[in-house]
């Protein structure tokens, strides 16, 4: 522990641990999606060809934002523990915000709007767009139901 | 059609294979460390063995003589950082590329990765600057820092100007016939592979150099910068991947050679944009601070 100590530790900071951990979501999320669907899956390329051009650098500019956000969450996750200022539900409910909030957009505006690449090739792809933007707004129903509840103010307390 | 328009690659035209085994024939011994043979011959490694001793001996020898003046000795993790950064330098020049590179594609974007984006972070983390200043006797330091403070480093230090060199000049060398000009003339060939290795380095100082934490732009710029970067690396990395063979124009390599060469350039990219957020949060969170950028929570 090398941040500064006060004896008595400050209350849990609602607000920053929504966004720190929504941002380590979106970023939690963009792994998964390049990691098993890109990568071990293989049903969609990082760039398949029929990209049109803009779609080629907003995709990049978007994917290097996540990147950020990854790192810069869990810098942001390190310094709320290390202030004993985390407040879990708070946390818990910007996760999966976060994680939904990338899925919805990945789902809508690069398959759908920008067509950077479609979820899988050769196949029916509305079953797949439904699963993929089904499981975006999933996530983001349950993250608004823990938000809610933790806006609470007896789960505040409780952290 | 525009120069990038992502259209299917064009098919080898019939004899096109012909030419190229051909210009790799040419090529011959001035592409050395682009050549898959090279690791036959044990004395390629010297340049290599050469510039790794004269930079690590530099600096350890600097490093003792300042632990001596001052009292103090010089840190343990720059040291370390400096070391890493060189060894990755040395091995870039080196036969080794060939050894891990299963083509000439890859193994100049082995190259590129090393000398552009890895070397360049434990390079400037180490703190080589900082460490020649406190070296120098006092009047000549006034004058170096005062040289530092010019308004023509602090414009060629900033990030943007910085990334410009970085991501313009792969550009310039990639979309340009610079690339194929260059693996046939040994000494453009030498000069593009200083430009990488400068720019990385000016790019990496300007983001995260410890002589430029309290100078120049502020976070946010640096981050952004940053992100823009990293995009605008990923994009070319994208590009060259759809136009291949065609990008780079001339070069004697297949596409398919190519295509996996634009995917290492592209995840490679990635890791040095995390490795390089990394370095610069790292600073920040040593710092104690409170908030990222976030001053609608500052005050609670």
Not at chain 2, 92 to 107: E, H, I, N, Q, Y
Not at chain 2, 172 to 177: D, G, N, S
Not at chain 2, 209 to 230: C, D, N, Q, T
Not at chain 2, 244 to 267: F, I, K, N, T
């Amino acid at each position: 522990m090398t941040g500064p100590t006060t004896d008595d530790p400050q209350p849990p900071d609602r607000r920053r641990s929504l966004l720190v951990a929504g941002a380590i979501g979106v970023g939690l999320m963009a792994a998964v999606d390049e990691i098993v669907f890109h990568q071990i899956l293989a049903w969609h390329h990082f760039y398949d060809r029929s990209t049109p051009e803009v779609a080629v650098l907003s995709d990049g500019l978007l994917h290097s934002v996540e990147l950020v956000l990854l790192v810069a969450g869990f810098f942001g996750f390190a310094d709320l523990r290390r202030r004993g200022a985390l407040h879990r539900s708070a946390g818990w409910a910007g996760l999966l915000l976060g994680a939904g909030a990338f899925q919805l957009g990945d789902g809508v505006v690069d398959h759908k709007v920008l067509r950077v690449h479609q979820v899988r090739y050769d196949v029916d792809l509305l079953p797949y767009d439904v699963a993929w933007i089904g499981a975006g707004v999933l996530l983001l129903a349950a993250g608004a139901v823990v938000g809610a509840r933790a806006a609470r103010p007896e789960r505040a307390r409780r952290r | 059609m525009r120069w990038w328009a992502l259209a299917p690659p064009v098919r080898n035209a019939p004899g096109a294979d012909d030419v190229a085994g051909e210009r790799t024939a040419r090529l011959g011994p001035a592409s050395v460390s682009h050549g898959s043979t090279a690791h036959v011959d044990p004395t390629g490694w010297l340049p290599a063995v050469a510039l790794l001793t004269v930079l690590v001996g530099g600096y350890a020898a600097t490093a003792v003589r300042v632990g001596v003046r001052t009292g103090r000795p010089w840190s343990a993790h720059r040291g370390a950082a400096f070391a890493a950064g060189a060894l990755v330098l040395a091995f870039a020049v080196s036969p080794g590329v060939a050894l891990v590179a299963p083509d000439a594609a890859r193994a100049h974007m082995v190259q590129h990765v090393l000398l552009g984006m890895v070397a360049p972070l434990g390079v400037v983390l180490g703190a080589p600057l900082t460490l020649a200043l406190a070296a120098l006797p006092v009047r000549r330091r006034r004058t170096a820092t005062a040289l530092l403070r010019t308004r023509a480093v602090h414009v060629v230090s900033h990030p943007v100007t910085a990334a410009a060199l970085h991501v313009g000049g792969l550009a310039a060398l990639y979309l340009t016939p610079l690339y194929s000009r260059a693996l046939a003339e040994r000494w453009l060939h030498d000069v593009v592979l200083v430009h990488v290795t400068v720019a990385g380095c000016l790019f990496a100082w300007s983001l995260v150099g410890p002589e430029r934490a309290a100078r120049g732009p502020g976070p946010g710029w640096r981050v952004g910068v940053l992100v823009v970067a990293s995009a605008a690396h990923g994009s070319l990395a994208k590009l060259l991947y759809a136009r291949a063979p065609a990008l780079p124009p001339g070069s004697p390599h297949s596409g398919e050679e190519l295509r996996a060469a634009a995917q290492w350039m592209y995840y490679a990219g990635d890791v040095a944009e995390v490795a390089l957020t990394v370095a610069l949060l790292a600073t920040w969170y040593r710092r104690g601070a409170r908030h990222i950028g976030a001053p609608a929570v500052a005050g609670r």
